[in-house]
């Protein structure tokens, strides 16, 4: 009789565990709002065992309450065991236009970017005249001597009228303004005046477009933001020109190698502009419409699921073609977005003309059950035919404070 008592003691001791880890674990993985259509019910398709329960008569609060901003209740495990608190969000459905075309992007810079503190040779005397004054790779100078900085003559042109006495600088870290003073020293080899700092104000590059909004005129595309290569920090944007892009030739990616799509301009023709360059993309307006396919639904990140699913680019002038993945795995973690999604590729054709997922491939739209559920956004370099996606509903919403700035501008 003992011996039974101990192991059903044992027993519900782990099943105990097993459902307090669980809790947890979902406690953690899942975010505190989710969003859903006006009329439609409430379920997380990859946590079946969750229901909803928002403590009164469900007819009640989902016909009345769908009306307003939200709704507050309890994630249940079971029915039975709450896990965590949540707010549903309500709106309209959203559709935009899935893209997946090569664009070329002309970038821009807010202010001169530092890529690397270099030493000067000064006499017999290594000098570092950014380190010395706190500067440091990926800062931002926004300000010299109180002028703005739009370009990275106005930096230089600063030093050399220095003559050698201190100059103010305001610069931006980690979204934070900070001042400081330099002093130019000239060089032993060309007598010039130097503040050991490489500095860039530009860059170019291809691109795909994820989808665009007809009821606003504002595109989303890459997926991630667009990054300096040398310091890997957000590149502040001042302004960025969107152009007619066409492909030369494909890299095709292998295990340890990193494949990519390699093209050019076609021409100097603004297709747009980009007011927004995030963790999550960059966001901007198209001149004209892109009407390349149907309307689609913006999936909620509740209905994302594993299985199958196919992603939208263009591998040569033919245009965009469907080409089927699977998703592997559903990330809610709202720390890193840019990997909501675990991807494979599957699709022979794609497998045999890229090896998988390449660069330049960056926002091709993630398509599952008729409905827009994330782009591409970076491939698993050990593996080339795996990589991960961003929630497409994570990019309409920055893609919406894209459409705000725009109209104050256009009121300006």
Not at 218 to 242: M, Q
Request: net charge negative; charged share 20%.
């Amino acid at each position: 009789m003992k011996k039974a008592i101990k192991a059903v003691c044992v027993l519900l001791t782990g099943i105990c565990t097993f459902i307090f880890t669980m809790c947890a674990e979902i406690n953690n993985r899942l975010p505190d709002n989710f969003t859903v259509y006006e009329n439609d019910s409430f379920s997380i398709t990859n946590y079946h065992s969750l229901s909803f329960d928002n403590n009164c008569e469900k007819d009640l609060c989902f016909n009345r309450n769908y009306g307003a901003n939200s709704v507050n209740g309890k994630l249940m495990l079971m029915n039975i065991i709450p896990v965590k608190d949540i707010n549903l969000h309500t709106q309209e459905k959203k559709y935009v236009i899935p893209c997946g075309n090569i664009f070329g992007i002309k970038f821009y810079t807010k202010g001169a970017v530092i890529i690397n503190c270099s030493d000067i040779q000064c006499g017999s005397k290594s000098i570092n005249p950014g380190s010395n004054c706190g500067l440091r790779e990926g800062d931002t100078i926004i300000k010299i001597n109180g002028e703005d900085v739009l370009s990275c003559k106005d930096v230089t042109t600063a030093v050399q009228q220095s003559e050698g006495n201190p100059i103010s600088l305001t610069f931006t870290r980690d979204g934070n303004t900070e001042n400081t003073v330099i002093t130019p020293v000239q060089t032993t080899d060309d007598n010039e005046y130097r503040i050991g700092l490489w500095i860039r104000d530009s860059c170019a590059g291809l691109g795909t477009m994820t989808f665009y909004d007809p009821d606003s005129g504002c595109f989303a595309s890459l997926g991630h933001g667009i990054c300096d290569n040398d310091t890997e920090s957000l590149l502040p944007l001042d302004k960025a020109v969107i152009t007619n892009a066409k492909i030369s030739s494909i890299t095709k990616g292998s295990d340890g190698i990193t494949g990519s799509i390699n093209g050019y301009f076609a021409d100097d023709t603004s297709l747009g502009y980009a007011l927004i360059n995030d963790d999550t993309g960059l966001y901007g307006v198209l001149n004209s419409p892109a009407q390349m396919f149907d309307p689609v639904e913006i999936a909620n990140i509740q209905d994302v699921k594993k299985g199958h699913a196919q992603i939208l680019c263009t591998l040569d002038d033919d245009g965009a073609k469907y080409y089927d993945i699977e998703i592997t795995h559903v990330d809610y973690d709202e720390t890193n977005k840019t990997k909501n999604l675990q991807i494979t590729a599957t699709d022979k054709r794609l497998l045999a003309k890229t090896g998988g997922i390449i660069q330049g491939m960056s926002g091709s739209p993630i398509l599952q059950n008729g409905k827009l559920i994330g782009a591409v956004t970076h491939v698993l370099v050990t593996n080339s035919s795996k990589g991960y996606g961003i929630f497409a509903q994570n990019m309409y919403t920055e893609m919406e404070n894209c459409s705000m700035e725009e109209s104050f501008i256009t009121v300006l």
